[in-house]
């Protein structure tokens, strides 16, 4: 009897934002929905123990530093409809969802175009001690034009050199958290009195374009030393980056079809980079509208929709683009002329959708779509059905799990621990415990660090090579 392959895990982070309006413009006025919450660290909290009960990799915490205000040229319509505006800065939320997880990854999101790198980088460090090693980073290059007004820019730079200045951005936090402490640098020696033995820490002495960093870390190594790296860029420019920095790449695909070439693309730049095409974790949007059986989730989807909010979609999806679709009639397709410096990998992705009729969608329907859960696909359905359309997915388009949006918070992912989790489980396509040690053992089981193939390896001390 020949031994039956194991079934490949489907893998699943939360997506959420530390605002009112994340994914789902207009579900705010949902009865049940309770992300008006999100000043709440109770709210939080919860939210994370919840998580961690359905074994979630992580909640990956999206954000943004201006407002939606492409679409009509004015806040108006971000503002009324609550679209990622208020939003509030996700890194102080991670502290108290670690103290009471054990287990339960965070990614949270923060741009290279508006903070020095040198504090930065001992944010990462702090948040990498508190959590016992938790923490990843998703790398963002900026896409609004306001946040770069608002630091006293014209605009933000082009596309392409918005992540030229990234990679610089992260050369020098990888010298300062992976070559500037030595593994054994902190003695804490009571008898000789020494703490930290200054032969064991160096400056980086680095001058760049950007960037001038002469000193040393203030930070001793953490647990990871670097956080693990997320990206969510998928232009050629932006899977470039990902192929030399990132260990996990989210992506944002409406068919099977899309997300079968970007996932391949992504897997492709990886080993041109000289890393193995398995060693980023890639993650697709997903929206899960389940229930008991088929019939009360469909009832939920045709409840959810009525309340959508075609304005508060169409802030986001024209700040996504860099596109203002105010100028377009609703019945009105977009061209395949239009030029973005925002988000260079929807624009492409919008042209792409269509219907079920083949026809490119109009700027209605990409409305319509984006106001439950945002732009990826939605799936509606039993546990049961669900769960075996993942792995479907999974199966077909090599894609390693799902970033889960919510159409309503936390009901959404609440569904999903109640009804998904349990039948993925039953497939043997979800794990049943974590793996021990940081999150990026979790992810990879290759221990704590950072592989020697990742470009980090370069700024990496030779004492701090993980055996």
Request: aromatic share 10%; hydrophobic share 35%; proline share 5%.
């Amino acid at each position: 009897m020949t031994e039956q392959t194991p079934r490949r895990q489907v893998r699943f982070n939360a997506f959420d934002m530390n605002c009112v309006v994340h994914q789902s413009p207009g579900l705010w006025r949902h009865p049940e929905d309770q992300a008006w919450r999100y000043k709440d660290i109770t709210y939080w909290i919860e939210l994370a123990k919840l998580l961690e009960k359905g074994k979630f990799d992580g909640l990956f915490i999206a954000d943004v530093l201006g407002t939606y205000d492409v679409f009509n040229g004015t806040n108006e319509a971000p503002l009324s409809s609550g679209a990622q505006v208020p939003v509030n800065d996700p890194f102080l939320l991670v502290s108290a969802m670690a103290a009471v997880t054990e287990n339960l990854g965070f990614g949270v999101t923060a741009g290279t175009a508006y903070e020095h790198p040198y504090p930065f980088a001992r944010r990462l460090a702090t948040l990498d001690h508190l959590t016992n090693g938790r923490i990843g980073w998703n790398v963002v290059t900026g896409y609004l034009p306001s946040a770069a007004r608002n630091m006293g820019q014209e605009d933000q730079l082009e596309h392409d050199e918005r992540y030229n200045h990234a990679d610089e951005y992260l050369e020098v936090v990888y010298k300062l958290l992976e070559g500037s402490w030595e593994e054994d640098a902190v003695q804490r020696n009571r008898e000789t009195g020494v703490f930290t033995d200054p032969a064991k820490v160096h400056p980086i002495n680095h001058e760049g374009k950007y960037f001038k960093v002469p000193g040393i870390a203030i930070t001793e190594p953490s647990v990871q030393r670097t956080p693990v790296i997320f990206q969510a860029g998928a232009s050629s420019r932006g899977m470039k980056f990902a192929a030399e920095n990132a260990e996990a790449v989210f992506v944002t695909s409406p068919t099977k079809e899309l997300l079968t070439s970007t996932v391949k693309k992504i897997r492709d730049a990886a080993e041109a980079a000289g890393r193995d095409r398995y060693d980023i974790r890639i993650y697709a949007m997903q929206t899960i509208i389940t229930g008991p059986d088929t019939a009360s989730a469909q009832a939920k989807y045709e409840d959810f929709k009525q309340y959508v909010d075609p304005q508060g979609a169409l802030a986001l999806i024209s700040g996504w683009m860099g596109v203002d679709l105010s100028q377009y009639d609703l019945d009105d397709t977009i061209g395949a002329n239009v030029k973005s410096n925002a988000i260079q990998s929807s624009v492409e992705t919008f042209q792409k959708a269509s219907g079920d009729d083949g026809n490119p969608w109009t700027v209605r329907q990409l409305a319509e779509w984006v106001g439950v859960g945002g732009f990826g696909p939605i799936t509606v359905g039993s546990g049961a059905e669900v769960a075996q359309k993942l792995v479907e997915w999974v199966d077909d388009t090599d894609v390693d799990g799902f970033n889960l949006a919510y159409a309503i918070t936390p009901g959404t992912f609440e569904d999903v621990v109640e009804f998904v989790v349990p039948e993925l489980q039953k497939l043997g396509a979800y794990q049943a415990e974590y793996q021990p040690g940081s999150l990026r053992n979790k992810l990879f089981g290759t221990g704590d660090r950072l592989q020697s193939n990742h470009r980090a390896e370069q700024f990496r001390l030779k004492d701090s090579v993980e055996a």
